[in-house]
């Protein structure tokens, strides 16, 4: 018997590994300070949390359409006409289990054997490897700080080629934060529009980016393209990270095909989680939403200050998300030995950039800010001083 090629080819996502690896420390008894997993530590709002209780009370909790229950996809629309001023047809938003299924099924959809999509280096490994799944190539392009480690138009024409079925955006980033400018963004979805081929956007961590010097929410590519296609979830913005929950935008040609894939992979996403989730969109549900966004931004600004102070250099600042893409190059240690030894002796649980990419593979680290302000400033004096036995 034998495994799958792509059983047999696949990658680990080694922010799980050193996850594990900081969950025998301390089944040890130690204490590790997580910094690796991008988690928030606030949970779901506490509305979500009684409408779970509430509707686990034994009633019958029958499957959804595969698209999603209707309420709550009429829910996601009128956030985005509320939040982002764009109108979403609900029939166009297919509720998922969790971000990475919605992503799942739109690449089933739309990449065939052989196909190319364009992905930044670094980037979500997940996607790159779901991209694989089907046969598709991975035309990653490098990037740099000068570009916020994002595709721009002219690396996306260089990485142009006749088998390009759809370029793969993710603003902001994960691992590194930042958001591709909208102006930016627009030419992309132009460039590859023009061409015939998707604009996927990963919008997971929107609605944790910076507001506008204005005030005004985030713009999502839809006020700028409003056939891309977009991928987002209740796991960060809502803290819903373990409910599994996510959704896709699609543009209304694509519908039926994913509804078909979604019946025949996933029958529906869970019922219960869905009827739970439409709490998310109360009034006091986004106050608090807001509430926990200004607070990731204080503690981003924390962080930063403190790895300024350690002599750890972040070439570019986020805007959003909960992450930063440090430089250790100059410790003298590559990224795997720096997680691995950070890890060991000082108890801080980092990820490093194999994970992410190539070009920034052993080079760079990523650290998550979505721990608690008191396990953040413990895991900087704990790397300050794992800093300091390191130098002559």
């Known amino acids: 018997m034998r495994l799958a090629q792509r059983a047999r080819t696949v990658q680990p996502f080694h922010a799980l590994a050193f996850g594990q690896q900081a969950a025998d420390l301390e089944a040890r008894g130690e204490h590790v300070v997580r910094l690796s997993i991008g988690e928030p530590d606030f949970g779901a709002p506490p509305a979500v949390r009684e409408a779970m209780r509430e509707v686990m009370d034994g009633r019958p909790l029958p499957y959804t359409p595969s698209t999603g229950a209707p ?106 934060g930042t958001s591709v400018p909208p102006e930016q963004l627009a030419e992309i979805c132009a460039l590859a529009r023009a061409r015939g081929a998707w604009r996927i956007v990963d919008e997971i961590y929107l609605d944790l980016a910076d507001p506008s010097p204005g005030g005004a929410a985030p713009r999502t590519v839809l006020a700028v393209d409003p056939d891309a296609v977009v991928v987002n979830s209740f796991s960060k913005y809502f803290g819903m990270t373990g409910w599994r929950l996510g959704w896709a935008v699609l543009p209304a040609e694509l519908v039926p095909a994913v509804e ?101 593979a052993e080079t760079h680290v990523r650290l998550s800010y979505a721990a608690s302000r008191a396990e953040i400033a413990e895991g900087l004096r704990r790397l300050g001083a794992f800093l300091a036995g390191l130098r002559p």
Request: proline share 6%; glycine share 8%.
């Open 260 to 360: 078909k894939l979604a019946m025949n992979y996933f029958l529906c996403a869970s019922a219960p989680a869905q009827q739970a989730a439409l709490a998310c969109f109360t009034p006091e549900s986004l106050a608090l939403c807001e509430e926990r966004r200004v607070e990731l931004a204080a503690r981003r600004r924390a962080v930063l200050d403190g790895l300024a102070g350690l002599g750890l250099p972040v070439p570019v600042e986020p805007d959003g998300a909960f992450y930063v893409y440090c430089d250790v190059s100059g410790t003298g240690l590559g990224s795997w030995e720096f997680c691995e030894r950070a890890l060991r002796e000082a108890h801080v649980a980092l990820t490093p950039g194999r994970d992410f990419g190539v070009d920034t």
């Open 71 to 176: 309420a709550l996809r009429r829910a996601i629309a009128g956030f985005y006409r509320d939040r982002h001023g764009v109108e979403v047809d609900p029939e166009r938003i297919v509720v998922t289990s969790g971000a990475s299924s919605a992503l799942l099924l739109v690449l089933a959809a739309t990449v065939d054997p052989g196909s190319e999509v364009v992905v930044a280096d670094p980037s979500y490994p997940c996607n790159r490897q779901l991209v694989e799944t089907f046969g598709g190539v991975v035309a990653a392009v490098a990037t740099t700080a000068a570009s916020r480690y994002q595709l721009d138009p002219a690396s996306v024409e260089r990485a142009w080629s006749e088998r390009t079925a759809a370029v793969m955006v993710a603003t902001p980033s994960n691992p590194t």
